[in-house]
């Protein structure tokens, strides 16, 4: 451990905590970050300007959207990319500093958990009161049963089946590379997290592919609308999980990575270990139960899709 302390602060004495230094990329990033959020409000808003002493109006569309995201991108990059230095060339990542990082990731994990636990609230306050009366817009909409008879779900067991399937599978194999690395496999390490690595990209493609051949679209009620959101943001998560694990491959093949040093690996397992629990919930909550059981007598459903084929 001697080997990891060095000298910070201004005493000139060693010791394993890391303070960190004036950075500007915190600053840049809450820049972006407006920026980003001021574009999309002004794409919402389809807001123009018109050119002084001219007729000329300029839409503004998507030009802060793409602005603010490559600046987001940016910053990530850069300032990840320090985090990344005072890992391996300064050493400043001790155990004890390990442990912040830690309680961090754990926290950041914690607040995905509450971000997904609103769009399961959405979904359950919808079907499960699919028939209160009270709310007769949803009543008009769902019929009293769920899902509603308009809407012609994905079936649970077919594509969704085999995505759940994949994912499963990719936890297994981030256990693999974890388990690996704590060996000082190195060689195993890399095979395994690479195994994950097209696991991931393997079920982002079934997702794009079971989204094109969906018969319901996003702005088609209440069923579409929490469906595409709760797997959406989670085909996000996976995107960003993938590229997790892509960089540390990299991270991997350019030695950064020890058998006591690799917790750069472990936070990205936690996050997909995350991403693994999240699909197994939508799949019995969303897929399984939303669209086959739901509520509501087979009967009533037959009766309620056969009324709205003879008002068709």
């Known amino acids: 451990m001697a080997d990891d302390i060095i000298a910070y602060g201004t005493t000139g004495k060693p010791h394993p905590y890391h303070l960190v230094r004036p950075s500007i990329w915190p600053l840049l990033s809450s820049f972006a970050a407006g920026i980003l959020a001021v574009g999309a409000l002004m794409y919402m808003h389809k807001v123009s300007f018109a050119v002084p002493n ?26 990840w990319r320090d985090i990344v230095h005072e890992s ?3 050493r400043a990542h001790t155990p004890i500093a390990e442990i912040g990082l830690r ?14 636990a609103a769009f399961f609230w959405a979904f359950f306050d919808v079907s499960l009161l699919a028939d209160h009366v009270q709310q007769y817009l949803r009543l008009e909409y769902t019929k009293g049963i769920w899902p509603p008879p308009q809407i012609e779900p994905i079936p649970a067991f077919e594509l969704p089946f085999t ?59 209440a069923f579409p609308s929490t469906f595409y959101m709760a797997t959406g943001f989670h085909g996000l998560h996976v995107l960003i999980g993938t590229l997790f694990l892509g960089v540390c491959w990299l991270r991997g093949r350019a030695g950064h990575f020890t058998q006591t040093r690799h917790f750069g690996f472990e936070a990205a397992a936690w996050y997909w270990h995350f991403v693994d629990v ?4 939508l799949f019995v909550a969303i897929y399984w139960w939303g669209g086959t059981i739901g509520i509501g ?13 003879a008002a068709q």
Do not use: P
């Open 88 to 90: 391996v060339v300064e």
């Open 103 to 116: 309680y961090g990731m754990a926290l950041f994990i914690a607040s995905e958990v509450m971000f997904f």
């Open 163 to 221: 995505m759940t399937l994949i994912l499963l599978l990719s936890g297994s194999t981030v256990t693999w590379a974890h388990h690996a690395i704590q060996k000082g496999n190195m060689k195993s390490f890399m095979e395994a997290l690479g195994y994950t690595i097209i696991l991931g990209v393997i079920f982002l493609g079934f997702q794009v592919y079971e989204y094109s051949h969906a018969t319901f679209a996003f702005k088609g009620g």
């Open 54 to 79: 001219t007729q000329m109006v300029i839409d503004v569309g998507l030009k802060g959207v793409y602005l603010g995201f490559a600046a987001v991108l940016a910053c990530m990059f850069y300032w």
């Open 297 to 309: 007598t087979a009967e009533a459903h037959d009766a309620a899709r056969a009324a709205l084929e």
């Open 278 to 281: 999240v699909w197994l919930f």
